[in-house]
């Protein structure tokens, strides 16, 4: 699609910001005002829109992208987004272990479980570990207390827990990318650690490479979509 517009502006709107291309607001992809609760958040939408060139790139609106999936899939079903966060809570794969003894067990031991025992902590929950692939129920309590968690959420927290959670495969590794000590290279290294291991082992394939540097790099910008979407503190469920 050839660019149809020449200026980027921001500009505060009821119920937050939003962005104006040639001073008309943009739409969500579902037809929804494109309303964000942030001036930070706001501005990560502008930069998208002022970086393309003559031809539009779609796939280089990761941060419309959520914005969008907040306004339009998570604001009319919550419920839906919930449920569907919490089986990467009932099948983490941080809870999944090598045997005991091997030494991929043991590096599993040293960047998951500190992250897993965090959020133990964190959230007064308990996880079952397994050794081995075969799945094992994690307890009601647990699984409870993280719907709550997230049902404290706003819409934009929840769509960055999306983007998260399906790049980690782990809802642990997701809530951790959401406080504001989190590393997105130390995270994104525990999330990786199984497909790291092998290529250490085997030996590193371009291709794969430049898919983890990709996968990388939309991980740490939903880091930043959540952290500009809390930075006035604005709830927007």
């Known amino acids: 699609m050839k660019r149809f517009y020449k200026d980027v502006g921001v500009a505060e709107v009821t119920g937050g910001w939003h962005v104006a291309l040639d001073r008309r607001g ?24 002022a970086a393309q060139g003559d031809e539009i790139d779609p796939a280089a609106f990761v941060y419309r992208d959520m914005a969008d999936f907040a306004l339009d899939v998570i604001g009319p ?76 959420k706003d819409n934009f927290a929840l769509s960055a827990l999306n983007t998260l959670a399906s790049l980690s495969a782990s809802l642990t590794v997701a809530l951790a990318a959401l406080e504001p000590e989190a590393n997105a290279e130390a995270l994104w290294a525990v999330a990786n650690l199984e497909e790291d291991w092998q290529a250490n082992l085997w030996g590193k394939d371009w291709e794969a490479e430049q898919k983890r540097a990709q996968r990388a790099a939309t991980f740490a910008q939903a880091m930043a979509f959540a952290r500009a979407a809390s930075d006035q503190g604005a709830d927007r469920r």
């Open 26 to 49: 943009v739409k969500s992809q579902g037809g929804r005002a494109q309303v964000v609760p942030s001036r930070a958040l706001a501005d990560l939408l502008a930069a998208e829109w």
């Open 77 to 152: 079903d919550r419920d839906a987004t919930i449920e569907a966060l919490l089986r990467f809570a009932e099948g983490d794969t941080l809870c999944y272990r090598a045997d005991a003894g091997e030494p991929l067990q043991d590096r599993q031991l040293e960047l998951w479980e500190p992250v897993l025992k965090a959020a133990e902590a964190r959230y007064d929950v308990h996880f079952e570990r397994i050794d081995g692939i075969m799945a094992r129920p994690q307890p009601a309590a647990t699984l409870a207390r993280l719907r709550a968690v997230l049902a404290a």
